[in-house]
């Protein structure tokens, strides 16, 4: 079983700051989709990532696939406090399998 | 579009007594997935159904169990409910099977608490 990493666990930053979550696997991943779960909501996909290299933008919020397809990265610029919540990397190898998660808050 | 229903949003229960959760899918898709979450052990998938059967299943006990029905409401049950099963059960719907990278859409999920 292919077991995802997410680093930090928590994350508390101020009102226009910027961060960066990490995912990291020990082995190769075709894809990786990274999920953002809201206090009382179901998770919603932000976005799929297919290849090594490969950035995706998303308003204010990067994801980077690794080269070597081992690791990948969300950066989220000026962060508001509407970016509060849980955010999640998986694998969709035909069911999700989901990293522990980041617990970002944004502090008004 | 209505989203993925899930029903009873919260629920409490005995230690020994059995529950049912249910899941409305989107209307068209035909694939139901389900998954505990817990703060120790995060998301974790439980099982999928597609046109009635179950195709996949995760790493759980026999207590529990599903079904999916023609119309691609599915429901899951847990019998002799532990305190460990506390947990919030989330249903994911989408389109189709066996795609990969295929995108989930989750209800609120069911908040069930054992006591």
């Known amino acids: 079983t292919q077991l995802l990493e997410q680093s930090p666990q928590f994350l508390s930053i101020q009102e226009g700051e910027n961060l960066t979550v990490y995912c990291n696997s020990s082995s190769v991943f075709s894809s990786l989709q990274w999920y953002r779960q809201e206090p009382g909501e179901g998770p919603v996909l932000l976005v799929t990532?297919?290849?090594?290299?490969e950035v995706k933008k998303l308003k204010r919020l990067t994801f980077q696939f690794g080269d070597a397809r081992k690791d990948s990265s969300l950066h989220i610029t000026a962060a508001q406090p509407g970016d509060t919540g849980l955010y999640l990397c998986a694998l969709n190898d035909y069911k999700l399998s989901f990293g522990a998660g980041t617990t970002v808050t944004v502090r008004a | 579009k209505a989203g993925v229903t899930q029903t009873p949003r919260y629920l409490i229960k005995t230690r020994g007594q059995q529950v049912t959760l249910s899941c409305s899918p989107i209307s068209g898709h035909r694939s139901v997935s389900w998954y505990q979450q817990t703060p120790g052990q995060g998301l974790q998938f439980l099982f999928e159904?597609?046109?009635?059967?179950?195709?996949n299943k995760g790493n759980f006990p026999g207590r529990f169990s599903g079904r999916q029905f023609s119309n691609s409401r599915s429901e899951m049950n847990v019998s002799t409910l532990e305190l460990g099963d506390s947990a919030l059960y989330l249903c994911a719907s989408s389109l189709g099977y066996g795609i990969r990278d295929t995108e989930a859409f989750f209800g609120q999920g069911t908040r069930l608490t054992v006591v």
């Open positions: 990532v297919v290849t090594g290299g």
């Open positions: 159904y597609f046109s009635e059967t179950q195709r």
